[in-house]
């Protein structure tokens, strides 16, 4: 026959499972002598199977975590998050590289992207990047060589990545836009809600705008949300932005809550106070502030009033499923796109720990 037989073909002809055709073209433990004997005859008759990916260097899989280079808190616990996972790529004979790229020039960003696989022989990638042409291109030129590529927090719809491993923006947007309107509601007289982010072609913060526009538009048509001018991503310069606009582009007296859908929250939480705005025991003039992810600087908000809730996905769990989807796209697992994405934690003063 051809040597273009599959595994089912392989499988089929055998009397066995494809898993266990998979175990034996991989070496791997697991099957008995006389089963293993019986699959290697059929292998020869038919010829091995085309294998997906590019060849192992070592006994190890090599997998590229890539994220922006931006120095953010959310990417800084992303950072230590990876590498609090070390024992576990161990444990599953996975090598781990970590990459931090600019992404202030797409295309210099897609042209890095192509070259990290290349230059540490990685099998596959787990990529937070814009969703911008030029990195869909990249990301598509990736997996066309062979490198599998899985989406991590912010996904880039339309190019040939294999699968997305994070929460659901669009729903955290709603989950916020739902939170602060209810808020809103017992706030007699304002009537206003702040959308705040920093100028962003990441889809993750693209979504949460439209799910927070979304709930408030259909559920809420009393209240009025306002986007806010894009704020820098330094606390000192968000808060000197957000500042003006409270002064010139908006009325403070009618703001019930802001939604900051990016970094900078600290900012924020103090162009709030030097606004009159800022949280407090009693409530009064205060406006209500959701956040996103788990950081320490959110978690000292969180305990001093500067945020309401903070919404939290586990990041530790998107960083080993992200490694387990690639290590199962190698071994051409059945089912290894099956991922259970985190739920949205929604985290207050009263359940830090």
Do not use: W
């Amino acid at each position: 026959m051809t040597a273009a037989s599959t595994i089912a073909d392989i499988a089929a002809r055998a009397g066995v499972g494809t898993a266990t055709v998979d175990r034996v073209l991989n070496k791997r433990p697991g099957v008995n002598a006389d089963t293993m004997q019986r699959v290697m005859q059929v292998v020869a008759e038919l010829g091995a199977p085309p294998l997906r990916g590019r060849p192992r260097k070592g006994d190890n899989f090599r997998f590229a975590y890539v994220l922006p280079a931006d120095e953010t808190p959310f990417l800084g616990l992303v950072d230590r998050q990876i590498a609090q996972a070390a024992g576990d790529f161990r444990h599953q004979h996975i090598t781990e590289v970590t990459h931090r790229l600019d992404t202030s020039d797409p295309a210099r960003f897609a042209a890095s992207l192509a070259q990290v696989a290349g230059i540490d022989h990685c099998e596959g990638v787990a990529l937070m990047a814009p969703d911008l042409p030029a990195v869909k291109l990249a990301i598509s030129e990736l997996v066309r060589s062979g490198v599998h590529v899985v989406t991590l927090f912010s996904d880039v719809a339309g190019s040939m990545r294999e699968t997305h491993v994070g929460a659901d923006n669009r729903a955290a947007g709603r989950t916020a836009g739902l939170l602060l309107a209810r808020m809103a509601q017992a706030a007699a007289g304002r009537d206003t809600l702040l959308l705040s982010s920093q100028a962003t072609r990441l889809s993750a913060e693209i979504e949460r705008r439209i799910g927070c526009a979304q709930v408030i538009e259909e559920r809420f048509p009393a209240l009025r949300l306002v986007r806010t001018p894009d704020l820098p991503a330094d606390d000192e310069g968000a808060a000197k932005a957000l500042l003006r606009f409270l002064k010139k582009g908006v009325d403070p007296a009618r703001v019930a809550g802001i939604y900051n859908v990016g970094t900078g929250s600290a900012g924020i939480s103090r162009a709030l106070a030097s606004a009159g705005l800022a949280g407090s025991e009693k409530g009064g003039g205060a406006a209500a502030v959701v956040a996103h992810d788990f950081t320490d600087v959110h978690r000292t908000l969180l305990s001093a009033g500067g945020l309401a809730y903070v919404l939290h996905q586990d990041i530790h769990y998107c960083v080993l499923t992200a490694a387990r989807v690639l290590r199962a796209l190698c071994e051409n697992v059945r089912g290894a796109l099956n991922v259970v994405q985190p739920r949205i934690e929604i985290l207050t003063a009263e359940n830090l720990h």
